[in-house]
C-alpha cells in the first residue's frame, strides 16, 4: 500500500491519460507548431501591409526560430532548477504576451521583436512541457498515451495551420498571433490546478553558453540576411559575419570549461553521430526555407489566396506521414543511411524540378507532384537521423542527444533560410526586380520576383544533397537503430 501511495505522490496521473493534464501540455504544443505554420503563409500579407524588405520578411521567421533554438536546452534546465509547473506557466505566459505583441505590431521592428520574444517564451515552455509528461503520467500505458496525444499535436498542428492559418490571413494576418491569446489564456487558466510541481535541483546554469550560441547564429544570419541589399562590403555585414564566427568559437571555449554545459563534448567523440547532427541540421535547412518561399511564390506569382495556398500544402503533410510510416518499418530492416540518402536525393529532384517553374505554372499540372513528392522524400530523411543519434548510447544520454538534435534542427533552420533568401533577393535584384509591393510590380518585376523565388528552391535543392552525401558517413547498423528504438521506448517508461 506504501508503494502505491509513493507512486501516486510521484505520478499525479496513473490510469488514464486524457484530462485536464494532457489537455494543457498538448494544447501547449499545438499552439507552438500552428505558429510556426501559419507564419509562412502569412508572410506576403504582412510584407505588403507593413512595408516590410525582403530581408525584414525573412526576419519575421528567423527571429522566432533564432531565439526558440539558442535558449531550447537553456529553457528546459530552468525546469529542472526552478520547478517544471512554475516554469512552464512562465514560457506560456511570456509566449502569449509576445503573440499579443505581434497582432498589434505597426512596423517591421516592432514585428520582429515581438517574434523574438515568442520564441524565447517557446524555448523555455516547449521542452518543460515535455519534461513535465514523464513526471505526471505514470510510467506504462498511461505514459504511452500520454506521449502518443502530445506527439500527435505536432501532425495535427501542422496540417491545421495549413488550413486555420490561411482562412485567418484571409481576414487579417494578425489574427495568426491574436488567436493564440485566449488559448494562452484557457491554458494558463488550467495550468495552475492541473499540473503538478516538481522539486527543484541545484543546477550550474549555462546561461554564458545559450547567449553566446543565440547570438553567434544570430549575427551570422543577419549577414547573410543583409549582404544583397546593404551590400556584402557593407561595414555591418561584415561585422555579422566575422563576429558571428568569433562569438560561436567564443561558445565552444566556453562549452569545454563549463560545469554544466549545454553541449557535452563527451556525446561527439564518435564519428557516425557527429555525421548524423550535420545531416539533420542540413535538412533542417532544407525544411525551414523551403515553405517560405514556396508560400511566398504560390501567392506572389500565381497568385493563390493565403486559404488557397494552406490548402494546396495539406498534401505535403500526407507525403511526409506516408514515408514517416514506411521509414519507421524499414529502419531496422535497411542501413539507415540508404534511407536518409534515399529521401534527400528525392527532395533534391523535386526541388530542382520546382526551380524551373514560372509563372504558367498549374497547381495540378506543376505543383502537385512536387508537393507530394518533397514530402514523401523530407518524411524518409527525418525518420531515421534522430534514432541514429541515439544508437550505441546508455539511457542517460538520449535525453540530451535527443535535445541537441532537436536543437540542431530548429538553430539551423534560420541560417539556411538566411543563405537561400540572399540567393533569392540577389538573382532578383540581378534581374531587375525590386523589394516592395507586389501590386506596385511590373511584369518585368514580377518576373524578376518568381525568379529569385525558384532559384531559392534550387538553393534548398543544394542543401538537401549536401544532407544526402554527409548521410554516406553514417555506419550505424538497422541492429543498432532497433535498439535504439527499444531505449527510447525503455526511456520514455523509466
Known sequence: MAV????????????????????????MQLMMVLDG???????????????????GRNWVITSYALTFGGLMLLGGRLGDAFGRKRVFIGGVA????????CGLAMNEGMLVAARAFQGVGAAIASPTAMALVATTFA?????????????AMTGV??????????ALTEVSWRWIFLINVPIGLAILALAFGALTETAGERLQLDVPGAVLATLGCTAVVFGFTEGPEMGWGSPAVLAGLVGGAALLAAFLVVERRAENPLLPFSLFRNRDRVATFVAIAFIGMVMFSLAPFVALFVQDVLGFTPLRAGLAFVPFAGGLGTAAFVASKLAVRVQPRWLVVAGALITFVGLLYGATLDGSATYLGDLLVLVLGVGFGVGL????????????????EIGPLTAIAQVAQVLFGPVGLAVVGAMATSRTLSRG??????????PQQLDALGQGYTFALFGCAVLAALAALTALFIRFTPEQVAQAQAAEKAAQQA
Open 157 to 166: 498542428g501542422s496540417v491545421t495551420g495549413l488550413i486555420v492559418g490561411g
Open 381 to 396: 530523411a527525418v525518420v531515421p537521423l534522430p534514432l541514429c543519434a541515439i544508437a550505441g548510447v546508455g539511457p542517460h
Open 4 to 27: 502505491s501511495d509513493s507512486t501516486a505522490v510521484k505520478y499525479p496521473v496513473t490510469t488514464r491519460a486524457f484530462g485536464l493534464a494532457i489537455v494543457v501540455l498538448s494544447g
Open 433 to 442: 526586380g525590386v523589394s516592395g509591393a507586389v501590386a506596385d510590380m511590373t
Open 139 to 151: 510510467p506504462g500505458p498511461v505514459r504511452n498515451q500520454a506521449i502518443a496525444i502530445f506527439a
Open 94 to 101: 511570456l509566449f502569449t504576451v509576445a503573440s499579443l505583441l
Open 37 to 55: 505554420t501559419v507564419a509562412s503563409l502569412a508572410l506576403a500579407r504582412i510584407q505588403e501591409d507593413l512595408g516590410l524588405s525582403d530581408s
